[in-house]
């Protein structure tokens, strides 16, 4: 208890180091000390919201939402309250304090003047936005969508002195959306995020598959560089080292950007949908690539925080079954590995499998075969044909010396052989059944593309000649105007001819009386 105690007392004479406008070293100490307390034990996140904390962190940061920093010590300082603030975030009773004392509002101000800040302001924003429906109801109803977005496709840009910062702000953009889609209860909120990839012909979407693409690059080529690495050194690496490989080449980021497709699709909208598929196919994929990405990332959800990982589960389920996921391969996928699984106990074991190990080895062969022809589509169509097969082929490879290459342990894995054949050849029959659907899902696509195209064309040439009507009848009614102000304009013109006229021939007649007059009197 006495060591609580001065724990607590230490966290206030940190975050009243922290209230001084101007910066010095020991304002900056005390800062990373704060950071590191923070980092890994909940009960001093708790300790630093209930001695309001929270809001101390917050007023330090917001004089930088309107200047970078001037030095070197004011941004490790930043960066400090920044990683302190993350820290704190990770429990969810201090993201709803991180809300009230309007966080959100500060990031999005950061986020909007294109400080250096604004990565660390994405990051706050992302811890602040996962699993907190509160927070991410916030964000939309602060108008933070057009910053995000603006953002997300690049347009806001801040000077900087490496690519590091960019990478970031697109990984953290993406999980920040992500969120929005899955964490908003209130449909009128979550539609107004979905609308977002609708604007200006679907510009959101591409930029989305645009990262899609790219990130699965990445991922795919660590993917063969560890298999090379095992090549050359002929020994496995451990699953947890080939994970963190593929993290760090943006798996993670990956699997957000398929969640976004999945709650675009499950959103139902067509313009939406047949963009996906039209750049899914211009680069020869199609849905199964969403879909697998899915079901990884559905597969890696742990057991803890049980509510909303089942809760997120349940919704991946609907964009798979959404996305034409069927459901019976996951069943078959499971029985699969039960039996893989149970087949390598039993090697490791011993057992018949080590009272004989050349005939072990040349039925793993035969195994790895069944799967390579099952894989590359073989016309086999008995179930005792595709085991003949495999026992030609394990005979081709040589049985040991004083040893028959068929025996009475290869008529009992017959069996099992056809069983697992048959199982090889309906995983043919479904692979089959979605590469048919999906092509005929592309050609319905590209038909209704076509015939959006026509109608589009067709509009347009109705356009052009209700344009050419109206120049037309523009052009006639003009031409009847000048005509009639023409004889409007010679009609004044005789007009006044004529009074001129008259005019002068009045003058004349008073001239001649005046001379008679005169005439008359001399």
Not at 65 to 94: H, K, V, W, Y
Not at 347 to 369: S, Y
Not at 496 to 517: A, C, I, Q, W
């Amino acid at each position: 208890m006495p060591g609580c105690i001065v724990l607590v007392q230490i966290m206030k004479w940190l975050l009243q180091r922290l209230r001084p406008r101007e910066t010095d070293s020991n304002k900056e100490y005390a800062s990373e000390i704060l950071a590191i307390l923070v980092q890994n034990s909940d009960a001093n996140k708790k300790k630093l919201a209930a001695m309001n904390g929270i809001d101390a962190l917050l007023q330090a940061i917001a004089p930088y939402r309107n200047r970078d920093p001037g030095t070197s010590e004011e941004q490790e300082l930043i960066e400090n309250l920044f990683d302190a603030t993350c820290s704190c975030l990770m429990l969810p009773e201090n993201k709803t304090v991180f809300v009230q004392g309007e966080g959100i509002e500060l990031m999005l101000l950061i986020l909007k003047t294109k400080r250096l800040a604004r990565t660390a302001a994405l990051k706050c924003l992302d811890f602040a936005t996962t699993n907190c429906t509160p927070a991410c109801e916030r964000l939309v109803d602060q108008q933070g969508l057009k910053t995000l977005f603006a953002i997300f496709m690049g347009k806001l840009k801040v000077k900087r002195t490496d690519d590091s910062s960019l990478q970031e702000e697109e990984e953290r953009t993406v999980s920040i959306i992500s969120n929005l889609l899955q964490s908003i209860t209130k449909a009128s909120r979550r539609d107004r995020v979905a609308a977002k990839f609708v604007e200006a012909e679907f510009e959101k979407v591409d930029r989305l598959m645009e990262l899609l693409f790219r990130y699965q690059g990445r991922v795919v080529a660590e993917e063969r560089r560890l298999r090379a690495l095992i090549e050359e050194d002929g020994e496995d690496l451990g699953e947890e080292e080939v994970l963190l490989a593929r993290l760090d080449a943006g798996l993670y980021t990956l699997q957000q950007i398929a969640l976004i497709v999945g709650q675009l699709w499950l959103a139902g909208d067509g313009g939406v949908r047949k963009r996906v598929l039209m750049l899914l196919h211009q680069k020869g994929q199609a849905l199964a690539t969403v879909r697998e990405l899915l079901k990884e990332y559905r597969g890696s959800l742990g057991d803890d925080d049980g509510e909303a990982k089942a809760k997120l589960s349940q919704r991946i389920t609907q964009m798979l079954l959404a996305l034409g996921h069927n459901p019976e391969e996951d069943l078959r996928e499971e029985e699969e590995e039960a039996q893989r699984r149970q087949h390598s106990a039993a090697q490791q074991g011993g057992g018949g499998a080590a009272a004989e190990p050349a005939v072990a080895g040349q039925q793993g062969a035969a195994e790895e075969d069944m799967e390579l022809e099952g894989r590359e589509g073989a016309q086999k169509s008995g179930a005792q044909e595709a085991a003949e097969d495999d026992m030609d082929l394990e005979g081709a490879g040589g049985a040991p010396a004083g040893k028959p290459a068929r025996g009475e342990d290869e008529e009992e894995r017959s069996p099992a052989r056809d069983r697992e054949a048959a199982r090889h050849r309906d995983r043919d029959k479904d692979k089959d059944r979605s590469r048919r659907s999906d092509r005929e899902e592309r050609e319905r696509s590209d038909r209704r593309a076509d015939r959006d195209k026509g109608e589009r064309a067709e509009r347009d040439r109705q356009k052009e000649k209700g344009r050419d009507r109206g120049e037309r009848g523009e052009r006639g009614g003009k031409e009847r105007g000048d005509k009639e102000k023409r004889r409007r304009e010679g009609e004044e013109h005789d007009r006044r001819d004529s009074d001129r006229k008259r005019d002068r021939r009045d003058e004349d007649r008073r001239r001649d009386r005046r001379d008679d007059e005169d005439r008359r009197g001399r």
